[in-house]
């Protein structure tokens, strides 16, 4: 029997997906949960054999639940479910070794069957998601941009910075134009949003 633990904050979709995984012979469904912190509770609490969590949820996103799971060395599977195919996401899944990763306007057959597959030891894709991995592009920030941005956006103002990384403020403002230049954007805002959908800060 899979046990699993399924963590999604519409109630509808998580009492779809309860009940039509229930149909199963060989999947039993020991706990729901309606945000992250209810997950991890969950998780911990039922020890199951695989998790299904949506990125969106609140208080803790699916991927902090995986990387908590992670870091306490549970032995349980991790699916993670998205409406998104944002390539930042799928970096962050594929670095945490989530072994599902699926949109979720997929079937429910092949949400099954990815089930039974990443129980026996594989991992699964969904097709569209593949794809985006196939053509990751080629990040062109260097370290010290990614850091000048990820500091932006952070809120630090350009002498705030300046102060943290032992630069000039010339030098700062250098990095972050050099940066929108690569990207290819009008202004830093910008930059840091086209930087994190493509998993880049």
């Known amino acids: 029997m899979i046990r699993i633990v399924i963590a999604e904050d519409q ?50 996103t699916g991927l902090e639940v995986a990387k908590r799971i992670r870091e306490q060395e549970w032995d349980c599977k991790m699916m993670i479910v998205t409406t998104f195919a944002r390539a930042s996401y799928l970096q962050q899944a594929m670095d945490l070794k989530v072994e599902g990763y699926l949109l979720k306007d997929e079937p429910i057959e092949f949400l099954v069957e990815a089930i039974h597959k990443v129980m026996n ?18 990040n062109p920030l260097t370290e010290r941009e990614q850091e000048v941005l990820r500091l932006t956006k952070g809120g630090k103002t350009t002498e705030q910075i300046a102060t943290v990384l032992y630069l000039t403020n010339g030098t700062v403002r250098n990095y972050i134009s050099t940066a929108i230049q690569k990207l290819e954007v009008e202004n830093r805002h910008q930059a840091i949003q086209k930087a994190e959908e493509k998993g880049w800060i």
């Open 121 to 138: 030891g594989e991992r699964v894709l969904s097709p569209d998601l593949a794809m985006h991995l196939f053509l990751k592009e080629e």
């Open 11 to 60: 109630t509808m979709l998580l009492g779809a997906m309860t009940a039509l995984l229930q149909l199963e012979d060989d999947i039993k469904i020991v706990a729901q949960a309606r945000n992250g912190l209810e997950a991890l509770a969950a998780i911990e609490k039922h020890q199951p054999d695989l998790c299904i969590l949506d990125i969106e949820l609140p208080n803790m």
